[in-house]
């Protein structure tokens, strides 16, 4: 079984910064992308951020400039960086994961962690 764990939320003033972490644990054979999504009250969930095994990224143009999406493939985590947060980046953020593990190929999610931007 694999789990995802997110660190970090909380609550920010409009222009801050903020850093979440999310760590894979499990009968990894490897992971391919890594991303996070976000949900907020009454709305779907969307995508924020993804990145490749590779390294490649890709970001919802609500964020582009703002936030940076990392990794380390040695640890299994994904870190998420924001800054110049804005209130309308409050939300539940959720780390997801493309695994692999011995006879299956999955996609995980973490529990969520709060994001809240208010004066």
């Known amino acids: 079984q694999v789990r995802l764990v997110e660190s970090g939320g909380g609550l920010v003033q409009p222009g801050g910064s903020l850093r979440l972490s999310c760590a894979a644990s499990?009968?990894?054979?490897?992971?391919?992308?890594m991303a996070w999504y976000r949900q907020a009250p009454g709305k779907q969930r969307e995508l924020v951020a993804i990145?490749?095994?590779?390294?490649?990224?890709n970001y919802a143009d609500s964020v582009k400039g703002r936030f940076t999406v990392s990794r380390d493939n040695a640890k299994n985590t994904v870190d998420l960086q924001m800054n110049s947060l804005k209130p309308e980046d409050t939300a539940v953020y959720h780390c997801?994961?493309?695994?692999?593990?011995?006879?299956?190929?999955?996609?995980?999610w973490g529990q969520g962690t709060q994001v809240t931007v208010s004066s």
């Open positions: 997801n994961a493309d695994v692999v593990t011995i006879g299956s190929r999955s996609n995980y």
């Open positions: 499990g009968s990894i054979v490897i992971i391919n992308a």
């Open positions: 990145i490749s095994r590779g390294g490649s990224t």
